[in-house]
């Protein structure tokens, strides 16, 4: 994609799908430029519109303390030619604040019976290199959330799944709420994982993953060997590594490198696109991100590998390494793109924090990092 292509300073494409997955995603301009008209693109994407989706629209049109009849006018026109997209609660939410009646939703009747059984997976193989090293164990006195879900929670493990642990705690610093409604716990050691899946009608359909609370490690009493919690105690992200796994076949096959727009999609349901920094200026990328960030959309950003030719050393940036992209600022004039690495440590900088999280010039960015993931 050239700068010609489009203006990258709109997240009017952002649903766009990207088949191609290692190339840049075209952008149109046929959505509307309007920050409310950006955000009801977003929430239409996957067909839904939930309440938490109503709040972030109210919250954007309130955001100058007045809101101006196009904005109104934009929701309206929501909630008119999109009902059959609402619950009752969310379209019920957004007229009270329109100052309409709420329309009426009719729920799509369930067919009579129980719902559907999910069997627990069985414990999904380890990497290879790790077969007779460690195996499956018990966290004890653990449970799946202490003090609610935070991006900061993700630690990547001894597995090479950066791409994983690094869009997880994107889309947890976006929305926990995402990552809680995910898991289901059953209170019996198990839990079901909701991921979304592309089906045969082209629309993402549900996909549950229902696994145990044992996790590889070195032995009883020992933490997970793969992804993990800063605390020892809390399993969400082990649990959703483990379905993750489960899903796609075992260890191995999500071990190896991957795409963080596809983990992304899966615990949204909404398609994710990548943009390649290559073909964009620094000034369009970082309001591209800044965006990003102020709409609370989940991103990632990824560096290049050993042999393409850009010198890491000493800049505290890993090559072949996916990192959680959390938006952009201007301080004093100067742009700054903040990221964190899923490591949870090893950050440029020195602020004597080591959590993984800093900032970072814009020009810098632009020559460290091959491209970045939008969901």
Same mark, same amino acid.
């Given at each position: ?10 997240? &009017? ?81 957004? *007229? ?15 067919? *009579? ?19 007779? =090293? ?21 630690? =990547? ?8 642990? #690094? &869009?997880?705690?994107?889309? &947890? ?28 009608? #082209? ?15 070195? #032995? ?117 793109? =903040? ?30 990092? =091959? ?5």
């Amino acid at each position: 994609m050239s700068d010609n292509d489009s203006d990258l300073t709109t997240l &009017a494409a952002i649903g766009a799908d990207d088949p191609d997955r290692g190339h840049s995603s075209r952008i149109t301009k046929e959505a509307p430029v309007t920050r409310i008209g950006n955000l009801i693109n977003k929430a239409l994407v996957d067909g839904r519109v939930n309440k938490s989706e109503v709040e972030g629209l109210i919250k954007e049109a309130e955001k100058n303390g007045i809101v101006s009849a196009n904005e109104k006018k934009e929701l309206a026109n929501l909630l008119k030619r999109h009902t059959d997209k609402f619950d009752a609660e969310s379209a019920a939410h957004l *007229a009270s604040f329109l100052g309409e009646a709420a329309p009426k939703i009719v729920t799509p009747s369930k067919p *009579a019976g129980p719902a559907p059984k999910v069997e627990v997976c069985d414990d999904p193989k380890v990497l290879n290199k790790h077969a007779g =090293q460690i195996t499956y164990n018990k966290i004890q006195g653990g449970q799946l959330f202490k003090d609610g879900v935070s991006f900061d929670d993700v630690v =990547q493990g001894s597995i090479a799944n950066c791409y994983f642990v #690094g &869009a997880i705690s994107a889309v &947890a610093y976006s929305d926990p709420k995402i990552i809680e409604d995910a898991i289901t716990d059953h209170g019996d050691g198990t839990f079901t994982v909701r991921f979304y899946e592309r089906g045969p009608s #082209g629309r993402y359909e549900e996909k549950l993953v229902r696994v145990d609370d044992d996790f590889p490690s070195y #032995g009883p009493g020992s933490s997970p060997r793969y992804a993990k919690s800063r605390d020892s105690k809390e399993l969400w992200v082990s649990v959703l590594e483990k379905a993750y796994a489960a899903l796609k076949g075992d260890y191995e096959a999500i071990g190896n490198g991957g795409y963080a727009t596809e983990v992304m999609t899966a615990l949204t349901g909404r398609n994710s696109s990548y943009y390649s920094l290559e073909y964009s200026s620094a000034d369009r990328m970082f309001d591209l991100i800044k965006t990003g960030g102020e709409l609370n959309t989940p991103m990632t950003a990824g560096t290049y590998g050993e042999d393409d030719g850009v010198d890491y050393k000493g800049t505290g940036v890993y090559a072949w390494h996916a990192y959680t992209l959390m938006g952009a600022v201007e301080e004093n004039g100067v742009k700054y793109v =903040q990221l964190r690495n899923p490591w949870g440590s090893s950050e440029p900088g020195s602020d004597g924090k080591n959590d993984g999280i800093f900032k970072m010039k814009i020009e810098d960015f632009m020559k460290l990092y =091959q491209g970045i993931n939008v969901n």
